[in-house]
Every structure is written in structure tokens, then in C-alpha cells.
T-cell receptor, first 110, second 116 residues
Framework: DAKTTQPNSMESNEEEPVHLPCNHS???????IHWYRQLPSQGPEYVIH???SNVNNRMASLAIAEDRKSSTLILHRATLRDAAVYYC???????????FGQGTRLTINP | ETGVTQSPTHLIKTRGQQVTLRCSSQ?????VSWYQQALGQGPQFIFQ???????GRGNFPPRFSGLQFPNYSSELNVNALELDDSALYLC????????FGLGTQYFGPGTRLLVL
């Protein structure tokens, strides 16, 4: 399993963009980069995933470096509801399990 | 569409006892995975069930066991509880297909277990 490095915590203001970085320098060529987040008192929820190209969905955007050794989850306009722990997870397509690291605790200030 | 539900929400047990946690999968999903999340840590994979058979296991001792039922609901059983078993236990359901493997995992809210 590829190792990931994420900041322990980040802070941002409501309605501002947030860029959450993840380093995954040992990622293999077939690993997709998945992001999940865990809101307080809830189980993790899927946010987005990608392989090589940048990806967008209604929740966020995922920017993947050309060498795939890092990626950035972008929340375009943070709300208080986005306060959560964000996990970056390299994962072989269809792999059996998710391997969670420590994640980044994101605080959003009103 | 009903999401993943777990019961009970909280549980207190004493060391040496046995516990059973329950999970109801999301409609249409054939796979359930169980994770243990210690305080301040990310979830750790315990095992997965597919079509009522164990389909992979993480680094957990045999006193952690499970069942999956024909309606795809599931149980996690832990025998001989230890203090370190105190954690949030999460189940996640998903669809496993031959074409695409395991899809997105949908997590329940978890059961918080305290072992005294």
C-alpha cells in the first residue's frame, strides 16, 4: 500500500477556497487516488477519485500532479459543513479495502 | 434508497465479555466491510464479506469474527474483549463486480464501544 503524507490540520474561512494537499510519492501506476472525508460523529463519506487527469464533481475538484506523486483536493467555496477530517487514499481500482492514514482535520471559520 | 445503518450506537462492556455489532447494508450492495477506528486515528480494515463468505482480512486476531446474511446484513463479533478494543466500529457496504472490482464504499455512522 502506498504511503501518504497529509498536514495534520488546516484552517480556512467560510466561502473561501481550500486546497488540501496529499503526498503519495510511492504510488503505483495503477493506483487511483481517492478522497474520503469524515464529518464529526459520522462515518467516512466518498468525495472524489481520479487516476491521472484532474476531476470535478459537485463536491470538489481533484488536481493530480503530472508525476502523480502528489494531489490536491480543492473545495471551491468552503462552508461550515465542510469541517471534517479529509483522507487521501491511493487504491488499486477495485481493491478490497481502503487504507486510511491520519488525514487532515479541516476547520472552517465563520 | 436507505443508507447503511448500524446498531447499537453506543455500547459499554467489561474486559473478557463478548459483543455483537450489527450492520444493515445499503440496498443493492453485495459486500460489507468492517473497520475499527481508535480515537484520533484513521479507520483500520478488519475484514470483508462477499456473498456470505469472508473475502479478505486485515491484521486482527481470530477473536474478531463476522457473518453476512442472505439479505446482505452483517454482524461483527468480538470475543474476550480487551481494553484496547475500545473504538468506533464502522461498517461499509459496496458492490463487488467482476468487471470493476469493489466500488465506492458507503459507511454507516458506527458503533462506539467502550471496554472497561
Amino acid at each position: 500500500d502506498a504511503k501518504t503524507t497529509q498536514p495534520n490540520s488546516m484552517e480556512s474561512n467560510e466561502e473561501e477556497p481550500v486546497h488540501l494537499p496529499c503526498n503519495h510519492s510511492t504510488i503505483s501506476g495503477t493506483d487511483y487516488i481517492h478522497w474520503y472525508r469524515q464529518l464529526p460523529s459520522q462515518g467516512p463519506e466518498y468525495v472524489i477519485h481520479g487516476l491521472t487527469s484532474n476531476v470535478n464533481n459537485r463536491m470538489a475538484s481533484l488536481a493530480i500532479a503530472e508525476d502523480r506523486k502528489s494531489s490536491t483536493l480543492i473545495l471551491h467555496r468552503a462552508t461550515l459543513r465542510d469541517a471534517a477530517v479529509y483522507y487521501c487514499i491511493p487504491r488499486v481500482q477495485g481493491a478490497q479495502k481502503l487504507v486510511f492514514g491520519q488525514g487532515t482535520r479541516l476547520t472552517i471559520n465563520p | 434508497e436507505t443508507g447503511v445503518t448500524q446498531s447499537p450506537t453506543h455500547l459499554i462492556k467489561t474486559r473478557g465479555q463478548q459483543v455483537t455489532l450489527r450492520c444493515s447494508s445499503q440496498s443493492g450492495h453485495n459486500t460489507v466491510s468492517w473497520y475499527q477506528q481508535a480515537l484520533g486515528q484513521g479507520p483500520q480494515f478488519i475484514f470483508q464479506y462477499y456473498r456470505e463468505e469472508e473475502n479478505g482480512r486485515g491484521n486482527f486476531p481470530p477473536r474478531f469474527s463476522g457473518l453476512q446474511f442472505p439479505n446482505y446484513s452483517s454482524e461483527l463479533n468480538v470475543n474476550a474483549l480487551e481494553l484496547d478494543d475500545s473504538a468506533l466500529y464502522l461498517c461499509a457496504s459496496s458492490s463487488l463486480t467482476t468487471s470493476f472490482g469493489l466500488g465506492t464504499q458507503y459507511f454507516g455512522p458506527g458503533t462506539r464501544l467502550l471496554v472497561l
